[in-house]
């Protein structure tokens, strides 16, 4: 059985000739056309790798400027024109220089020239074809890897057959060289895996989980060596598996990711498609889920999950009327190989159902009879389908009593993880001239979501996708070398539709906000996109499981300007972001470039000083949080130095104060002579206060209206002089008194002996 990465959408399109002639080349074209496209545009995974992932049998891979017009109308849509205008902090614009982005797909065709920089120099840094042998990369045993040399020389041997790496490339980061169709991030470097194999005779694509595994440690090591941060788009995924962000690629994606990897994946193109059904348990219900599988099908798959406490017994039912109760291993049924067997997670229970017969499978006929026995969970169970169909339709679910056939819960795997940011898909462009001058149109309406972009949320009940992208109609690069189809618009250029397109939009946006700010994590980047997305009223309540938040914005950045008020047009300060210093001043503000979505901490002096004088300016708030505004103004206010002057010290209150605040001070009230000094000298009082001007203030206080000088005066005090002087005597005439009348006393006592 093989595993859908996904299937590229293609509406109906329509030669428009004559009005008369429109019903007849209608139906040609919708043959022909949407056959060519969903066949050549459809990678797949191999789906036995993948269903191991729950299995748990998966072993562990860790190994170890001048721009020419752009990508027709979808980088003008989402903005990213109005970014190339705008410098980084190095002075360079805006456009991914110096940051690697990393796809896992068919190859890409490394002669084209929207993968040259104008200098001659190849964008792709190394090619990683897994298909061939020959050089492995180090730490790997398998494929050949191509050098920048090898690819510029043209010796790599490496070719995408397909087209599909290519035109993913080119949207994420073409530079345009062959005209007119521009990447989003131009100046953006590729570091390329090719993986997987043809199938349906070259019409289908297959991918091996384990090979994609290497892809993944290969890219994100080779950035590493060149000291890059990497973006890597994954326009792959899968219908069947838990949709909670449990499975081992899942978590090794979120390991990288841990690690500085950002992750970009196609949301998926199911959500027209009938292969979700969901439905509740009830004890001694019988639940007939059915299903049909399309001509041409070798292997199918049915994954049935259910929370943990509640149990059921299941019985397949074939198109011959054969009934077999699970669990079934690898047992011949009716000329096909059965499976059926149940397996454990944290998250859930899952059952799975495998069916292949290499003559082809029967289409119709086919049911599981669900039957509640235990029910202690949350009685709801999900169920999802998938097959190696080379037909131009797909497999899906037949309605049925007791389940409903829901367009939710369609998000492909890996991009239900916690982390990967999953981009869904929508119109950006209907017509389009081919290379033999025909109009060609589609029935999707500009601006709308895509019918068959899939939709959340996650079986974990998380809003997916998180952004919408253009998906249709994209004109970027195809392989040089390559027959011409009714598609194409000229040699270098062709036209695609799905999710696998808009997820390097999205892709290419990353890049750009990782040359602006290197050191942002996944959350930052993913904060922006959702903070700068557009809305509608018409999408409904944000976010939602179809529209995310929004359509994708490239216009990530707002600029702040950072002013000063209150300081004169001659004084300047610092300004401290991040690890910079700049000056700033009345007549210089500082315009400054942020991330949305994230908070930076701005800090300025909280005083400046100026040399040599009583005055300074100082702020009460010196550090600001910027997040999504436009104006930052840092308000200061001067302070007036006050000097406190006394003869006999004891000053008070000298120092700093605001503008026209009132300055308190203070000094020695009075100050006596020491010692026998109180004889000979006077007492001194403090008797008033004058300013540097010896203007008599009123009290010991003073309004700060500039820079003050405060001295204190005092007078001299004698009363206490001439009061200790008159005691004194007062004292000595009083001894002598006494001294006297005791003289006379004895001198009459002596007499009258």
């Not at 903070?531 to 939602?544: D, V």
């Amino acid at each position: 059985m093989e595993y859908r990465c996904f299937r590229l959408r293609v509406p109906i399109l329509v030669l428009t000739i004559t009005l008369l002639s429109f019903s007849m080349v209608y139906f040609a074209l919708e043959s022909s056309i949407m056959n060519s496209i969903s066949r050549e545009d459809s990678i797949k995974i191999k789906q036995e790798d993948l269903m191991n992932i729950h299995r748990g049998l998966s072993q562990d891979f860790v190994k170890s400027r001048k721009y020419r017009v752009f990508l027709d109308v979808s980088v003008p849509d989402i903005h990213a024109t109005d970014v190339w205008r705008i410098r980084d902090p190095h002075g360079r614009y805006l456009n991914g220089s110096g940051v690697a982005i990393g796809i896992i797909d068919t190859g890409i065709d490394y002669t084209h020239p929207d993968f040259y920089f104008q200098n001659g120099t190849s964008k792709i840094l190394a090619i990683w074809d897994q298909t061939l042998d020959g050089k492995p990369p180090r730490n790997f045993s398998y494929g050949y890897e191509c050098t920048r040399r090898e690819i510029e020389d043209r010796t790599c041997p490496q070719r995408d057959n397909v087209g599909h790496g290519t035109h993913v490339a080119s949207i994420a980061a073409g530079t345009g060289r062959a005209g007119p169709y521009t990447g989003v991030a131009p100046g953006a470097l590729l570091i390329i895996v090719k993986s997987g194999y043809p199938a349906c005779n070259g019409t289908q694509w297959f991918m091996d989980e384990d090979k994609i595994i290497d892809g993944l440690y290969y890219i994100a090591e080779k950035a590493r060596e060149l000291g890059l941060r990497v973006v890597i788009n994954l326009s792959l995924g899968s219908d069947l598996g838990g949709h909670d962000g449990s499975s081992n690629l899942e978590k090794v994606l979120e390991k990288l990711i841990d690690e500085g990897v950002v992750v970009v994946a196609a949301a998926g193109n199911s959500g027209d498609e009938k292969i979700h059904a969901e439905g509740l348990l009830n004890i001694g219900e019988k639940i007939s889920l059915k299903w049909f599988i399309p001509a041409l099908t070798t292997s199918f798959g049915l994954s049935l999950w259910l929370d943990h406490g509640d149990e059921v017994i299941l019985t397949l039912k074939t198109p011959s009327n054969t009934t077999v109760q699970a669990p079934i291993v690898n047992k011949l049924v009716d000329g096909v190989n059965v499976s059926l067997t149940r397996n454990s997670y944290d998250t859930g229970v899952e059952w799975l159902l495998e069916l292949t017969s290499s003559l082809g499978l029967p289409s119709q006929g086919w049911s599981i009879e669900i039957e509640a026995v235990e029910t202690k969970g949350s009685r709801v169970w999900h169920a999802w389908i998938s097959s190696d169909t080379c037909s131009s339709y797909r497999e899906g679910f037949i309605p049925g009593e007791g389940y409903n056939i829901s367009q939710n819960y369609t998000i492909a795997v890996p991009a239900t993880s916690h982390k990967i940011i999953a981009v869904g898909g929508y119109a950006t462009k209907n017509t389009w001239r081919n290379y033999l001058e025909e109009e060609l149109n589609t029935f999707y309406n500009i601006g709308e979501v895509l019918s068959f972009s899939s939709r959340g949320p996650t079986r974990d009940g998380r809003i997916k996708p998180e952004i919408l992208a253009p998906g249709s109609v994209i004109v970027a690069a195809r392989p040089v070398s390559d027959r011409y189809s009714r598609l194409d618009i000229n040699r270098y250029y062709t036209v695609k539709h799905g999710t696998s397109m808009s997820s390097p939009h999205a892709a290419g946006v990353a890049a750009i906000i990782l040359q602006f700010t290197p050191d942002v994590s996944y959350i930052d980047i993913l904060n922006a996109l959702k903070s700068s997305a557009r809305w509608s009223e018409r999408y409904g309540m944000r976010p939602n499981n179809i529209w995310g938040w929004g359509r994708l914005d490239a216009r990530v950045f707002y600029n702040v300007s950072i002013r000063l008020e209150g300081v004169p047009e001659d004084i300047s300060t610092n300004i401290y972001i991040n690890d910079s210093t700049e000056s700033i001043s009345v007549n210089k503000p500082v315009e400054k470039i942020f991330l949305k979505g994230s908070t930076t901490q701005v800090r300025v002096d909280k005083i400046i000083e100026l040399s040599g004088k009583n005055v300074r300016y100082a702020t009460e708030k010196e550090v600001f949080i910027v997040q999504d505004q436009e104006e930052v103004i840092v308000n200061y206010h001067p302070e007036y130095y006050l000097e406190v002057e006394s003869e006999l010290g004891g000053e008070y209150g000298d120092g700093w104060y605001r503008k026209n605040t009132v300055a308190l001070f203070s000094a020695r009230s009075y100050v006596f002579p020491e010692g026998l000094g109180i004889l000979f000298k006077p007492v001194y009082i403090l008797s008033r206060w004058i300013d540097e001007e010896g203007r008599i203030l009123q009290g010991n206080k003073i309004v700060m209206d500039g820079p003050h000088k405060v001295k204190a005066v005092y007078s001299q005090d004698y009363g206490l002089l001439y009061t200790g002087w008159i005691i004194i005597s007062s004292s000595i005439i009083l001894t002598i008194m006494i001294v006297s009348k005791y003289i006379r006393s004895r001198r009459d006592s002596l007499n009258s002996m």
